[in-house]
Nanobody
Framework: QVQLVESGGGLVQAGGSLRLSCAAS????????MGWFRQAPGKERELVAT???????DYGDSVKGRFTISRNNAMKTLYLQMNSLTPEDTAVYYC?????WGRGTQVTVSS
């Protein structure tokens, strides 16, 4: 069974940090480009970051310089280190590969 399970979300003050994890199962993790997306209330889902099989990365403009995506192929886990968080980062964060989505993890940043 293909599954993506996010964790690590929570409530943090502005300027703080969080590290999200996405545990994958049932898929060939090491040969796939993985990504993080987020969706804030009333807004469309947007790209946060992607990482390919060569560890090449791409970031949405709003998170460049603050967020870092990484992967551990042996553990089949995707990570998102989020620093210098602002209230505008408040959203549900989703792990993604191809057409597969996790259920998301809530990140709330208080001012």
């Amino acid at each position: 069974q293909v599954q993506l399970v996010e964790s690590g979300g929570g409530l943090v003050q502005a300027g703080g940090s969080l590290r999200l994890s996405c545990a994958a199962s049932g898929l060939p993790f090491s040969i796939l480009t993985m990504g993080w997306f987020r969706q804030a209330p009333g807004k469309e889902r947007e790209l946060v970051a992607t990482i390919n099989t060569q560890n090449g990365t791409d970031y949405g403009d709003s998170v460049k310089g603050r967020f870092t995506i990484s992967r551990n192929n042996a553990m089949k886990t995707l990570y998102l280190q989020m620093n210098s968080l602002t209230p505008e980062d408040t959203a549900v964060y989703y792990c993604n590969v191809a057409s597969i989505w996790g259920r998301g993890t809530q990140v709330t940043v208080s001012s």
